[in-house]
């Protein structure tokens, strides 16, 4: 299966400042941008990841841990509520999304992620694009709540189905430095010298070096990684060819 994975911010359809609201005109864009893509036949199948945003980022929080079991059961709640709102748009611009929840199909050992992929192949099989998010999971050994944070999640899918190509829609146009866009950025020589950008509102679970450094150890595998940022124009190109702003993660 020739497969794209797709992680879409979330503070770039919802707002962090502002709890509980999908930003619908940019989620709208982005499903038009790429159901474009599947109709000229450059994405075959495709697997979609969203972050937590306004949503999740705001309940953790607020709650200051997911340790508690309330804290725990909140996030989830929230979060399957973001996911079927995104799924509704995505539906309504013509995506065959099947909302599946992230907390249904991976846990952690120790801090960990793994994923049960049965029903994500299948669903892919059958034409489908799953839709999963960054969610509130068990671990099952330390037997304690902990974040999979989407960006985990899409280089695991990534890594998993040996991904065509894994594209990160996020908020700045790609990785920075010294305020400039860097077109290629290496895992394993560039870490050091990027700059960390500020989030504005809640962010539970890191910026741009956290998104990088989950892909080490799982870039392998997978086709092409890039980052770019929410122009509908950017992210068509990121999916069928070469965007002209962003940036190319190697290893
Ligand atoms: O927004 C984390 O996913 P992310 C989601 O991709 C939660 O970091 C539950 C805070």
Request: glycine share 10%.
């Amino acid at each position: 299966m020739r497969i794209h994975v797709v992680k879409i911010g979330g503070s770039v359809i919802s707002d962090k400042s502002k709890p509980f609201s999908i930003d619908y005109a940019k989620l709208e864009a982005i499903a038009e941008a790429i159901g474009e893509c599947i109709d000229r036949g450059c994405i075959d199948k495709l697997v979609l990841v969203h972050g937590g945003g306004g949503f999740g980022h705001y309940v953790v929080q607020e709650f200051g841990s997911v340790e508690s079991s309330e804290a725990f059961l909140r996030v989830v709640e929230v979060m399957r509520e973001m996911n079927s709102k995104v799924v509704e748009v995505l539906r309504l611009a013509g995506l065959k999304a099947f909302g599946i929840d992230t907390h249904a199909i991976a846990y952690m050992r120790r801090g960990k992620l793994f994923l049960d992929t049965a029903t994500i192949s299948a669903a892919l099989r059958m034409g489908l694009i799953p839709v999963l998010y960054g969610d509130a999971v068990l671990d099952v050994v330390d037997e304690v709540f902990r974040i999979a944070s989407g960006d985990e999640l899409a280089w695991e899918l990534a890594y998993a189905f040996r991904a065509e190509r894994l594209v990160f829609v996020t908020r700045v146009p790609g990785v920075l430095r010294r305020g400039e866009v860097v077109r290629k950025f290496s895992l394993s020589r560039d870490l050091q010298s990027m700059d960390e950008v500020a989030v504005r509102g809640h962010d539970v679970t890191g910026g741009m070096r956290t998104k990088l450094v989950k892909g080490i150890g799982r870039i392998a595998g997978v086709g092409s990684v890039y980052i770019v940022g929410h122009n509908p124009r950017v992210i068509k190109q990121a999916l069928c060819s070469e965007p002209e702003i962003g940036t190319q993660v190697v290893e």
